[in-house]
């Protein structure tokens, strides 16, 4: 029963242990993409960026007509895990999708997670991606807008790629 007990306990240990991550480098230029023209704006300010949603009052965006994005030209290696982290601010209550996405067309989304951001807080988040192929490009971190009501402003700063492994 002892045996049972302590290889249980090993292997909850290890299971919670953090994995080892390793920061790829990013390039430091974002960009934005609107379907909409002038629907949004963007600044870089000296750490990260700020986007301005400025599409006409009552207009609807759309989920991914309005995105902010890095690029990420070396792509993803298969079978490895990733992670795309930022911390963001609104000045509204708001809506986004922080995802992952290919760079080139067809622009398939491999991964992409809601978050609502609270007006005035400022939070970190992330999303995962594993690819069982190796990619060309892909879009990482990337925030998909058009849920947020227009007139937000959005601080974007500690961006980063992390590979998990």
């Known amino acids: 029963m002892k ?13 919670l242990l953090p ?16 379907a909409v023209p002038k629907a949004a704006t963007l600044t870089r300010t000296e750490n990260g960026c700020i986007v301005t949603l400025t599409a006409a ?12 994005y890095v690029p990420y030209n070396a792509g993803f ?8 982290e930022l911390t963001i ?3 509204h209550d708001a809506e986004v999708y922080l995802a992952v996405f290919l760079g080139e067309p067809p622009w398939k989304v491999f991964t992409k997670r809601k978050y609502l951001l609270k007006a005035g807080e400022t939070q ?4 995962p991606c594993s690819t069982k192929e190796a990619t060309g490009k892909v879009r990482v971190p990337s925030l998909f807008f058009g849920k947020a009501p227009v007139g937000t402003v959005f601080t974007i700063t500690d961006v980063k790629l992390i590979e998990e492994k």
């Open 3 to 15: 045996k049972v007990l302590v290889l249980f306990t090993v292997a909850c240990a290890a299971f």
């Open 19 to 34: 994995a080892e991550e390793v920061a790829l480098n990013l390039p430091k230029e974002s960009f934005l993409y609107t």
């Open 57 to 68: 009052p009552g207009k609807s965006l759309g989920e991914t007509n309005a995105q902010w």
């Open 77 to 84: 290696e298969a079978g490895k895990r990733y992670r795309g």
């Open 89 to 91: 601010k609104a000045d």
């Open 124 to 127: 970190t988040i992330s999303v």
